[in-house]
């Protein structure tokens, strides 16, 4: 940490922690209530829906001749026709007994949907049946592909135009794409918001994390990064409460999306960064933004906020002329430097992987709710989230104690031997798949949440944002990843959901023992440092190695 890094944070130590910060969390907390709609929301808004295909409109009321019977399960039996039919002119019918719908699709001209579960969804408004079934995987896959692009405007437009103008623009974004996905009658437009809002609540959530993170005290800010988490979780299952009462794809979108509407006001109210505006040199509004805050708090300082706010402005202009000085050639020469170093080359190669891989499974298992239960994605969806809650709460604590990667290790390695045990629970015993799925998921989310604190403090301090925003680029990718196998090859097999978590987080877990321990060790500066920590172990292994060889020759 450089020295006017220390000089911020005893800044930020007198002024303290109150009524000033209170808005900018609360804002973060806006921000994580609207994601869970969007990143774990398909089983809900693109839930596939039982259907009945016929060639032609079948006979008035049938499908309710067939419930009163009490055969309405072999009535929608999901399936295409054997046989395409020739769509012709005279068959092109909008709607039949106001039940049914003319598809165009070859193998299934006429569709019924049972509507006992979702009134509507994505699928089943756009029939993504028979032959556009592949089509399944694009929702999904669209917002992680929007999160992918966000994770690197996010933190552009986050460091050029400041966090809270970040969050403002990712706001209406956001709010603008819902409403036009909900209105527009197109399914490539909805894809295409789709993204849109991917990169919107990226842009959004990102700087707010960072706001949060930088007018919060160091002595309380590890606290604080470990409870923002919490609402997501606790939204995560508040979704699920709000997509049993509202079953309809369009009014769930909304409501996941009504605390933009509460944040966009807040946002104009809460003050920027003033960590970020000393960096930007913009002295007189950082005065007046550190002045409030002193106000809020009612904190004492010992010298006048305009005094510390100019040596805060020289020692940030020193910091900027030194990392300005980098040349393109040798940040170049900087990247070869670091893949040359054998310490470095592992972590390069190790650490992405079990990002990849950690990232696959735990989204994977969240928004598997459709292929794991016939009755409803809800309870499920309600579960992970408490489950992920209470992963939070446990493993961030233990981690203190018993180290990075034993938490690590033992989520991975533990998560995916209860996901290939799940596989061998009989069909008769449907509570113990519940409780190994979710177990499974706990010490997943475990993990994750560990990796969080680890990831970084594997980079030394001068590559270390770099570093980690590698890191998540490749746990996006294994989001993107995701629904290819619970969209696609879940619904030809039931049992390759289980195979591709459990070979995930065994494989994620063999990353681990070749990976540095953190806990309780200075954070590397330098390349040098990582060689060093490297080095040391090695020697210490040696020792212990010839200690032991020692003690069995003497005996």
């Known amino acids: ?79 295409c026709l054997e046989v395409p039919v020739n769509i012709s002119d005279d068959l092109m019918e909008e709607t039949y007994n106001g039940t049914g719908y003319f598809t165009g699709l070859p193998t299934c001209p006429y569709i019924e949907y049972d509507t006992s579960i979702f009134t509507s969804t994505i699928n089943s408004d756009w029939h993504i049946v028979c032959d556009h079934d592949n089509q399944r995987p694009f929702y999904q896959m669209m917002y992680n592909i929007g999160g992918l692009i966000g994770s690197s405007l996010g933190g552009h437009i986050g460091d050029r135009f400041g966090r809270k103008k970040s969050v403002q623009v990712g706001c209406v974004t956001h709010l603008v794409a819902v409403m036009l996905t909900v209105t527009v009658p197109s399914y490539p437009f909805i894809l295409l918001m789709r993204m849109v809002v991917g990169v919107a609540m990226v842009v959004m959530l990102l700087p707010a994390w960072s706001l949060a993170l930088e007018v919060t005290p160091s002595r309380h800010r590890s606290l604080v990064g470990m409870l923002m988490g919490l609402p997501y979780s606790i939204f995560v299952a508040a979704n699920a409460i709000i997509a049993y009462y509202i079953r309809t794809w369009e009014y769930l979108l909304l409501a996941g999306a009504f605390p933009g509407v509460i944040l966009f006001p807040l946002a104009m109210y809460i003050d920027e960064s003033p960590r970020w505006l000393v960096q930007k040199l913009r002295e007189e509004k950082a005065i007046r933004v550190l002045e409030s805050a002193v106000n809020f708090n009612n904190a004492k300082l010992s010298e006048p906020v305009d005094v510390t706010v100019k040596k805060l402005v020289e020692a940030a202009k020193e910091s900027a002329g030194a990392s300005n000085s980098q040349s393109l050639r040798s940040q170049l020469q900087e990247l070869l430097k670091y893949v040359r170093s054998p310490a470095m080359r592992v972590i390069l190669i190790l650490s992405p992987t079990l990002w990849f891989l950690q990232s696959f499974l ?99 301090t001068e590559t270390r944002a770099r570093g980690f925003g590698f890191l998540n680029l490749l746990g996006n990718i294994g989001f993107i990843c995701t629904p290819f196998v619970t969209e696609n090859l879940a619904k030809h097999a039931w049992w390759t959901g289980g195979v591709f978590f459990g070979v995930s987080g065994l494989l994620g877990s063999f990353t681990i023992p070749l990976l540095p321990e953190t806990r309780n060790k200075p954070l590397p500066e330098t390349l040098q440092d990582v060689e060093d920590r490297r080095n040391k172990k090695l020697m210490e292994k040696a020792k212990r190695k010839n200690e032991r060889a020692t003690e069995e020759n003497t005996t």
Not at 3 to 8: G, L, M, P, Q, W
Not at 45 to 50: I, L
Not at 54 to 78: H, I, K, R, V
């Open 1 to 79: 940490m450089s020295d006017y890094d220390d000089s911020f944070d005893v800044l930020l130590t007198s002024i303290g922690f109150g009524r000033w910060q209170a808005p900018i969390i609360l804002a973060t907390v806006l921000v994580a209530a609207q994601l869970p709609v969007h990143l774990v929301g398909s089983p809900f808004v693109s839930a596939p829906m039982d259907f009945h295909c016929s060639p032609t409109p079948p006979a008035e009321n049938q499908s309710a001749l067939f419930n009163a019977s009490g055969t309405n399960d072999t009535y929608y039996d999901n399936k």
């Open 362 to 460: 735990y989204l994977s298992v969240a928004v598997n709710a459709n292929n794991f239960t016939t009755s409803g994605p809800f309870l499920y969806m309600a579960l992970t989230g408490l489950m992920d809650g209470s992963a939070i709460l446990l493993s961030t604590p233990l981690a203190t104690r018993l180290g990075r990667k034993v938490i690590i290790f033992a989520g991975m390695f533990g998560g995916g031997v209860l996901f290939f045990l799940e596989l061998l629970v009989p069909s008769g015993y449907g509570w113990a798949r519940w409780i190994l799925v979710m177990a499974g998921f706990l010490l997943v989310g475990g993990s994750f949440q560990v990796n969080y604190i680890y990831g970084p403090e594997l980079f030394p």
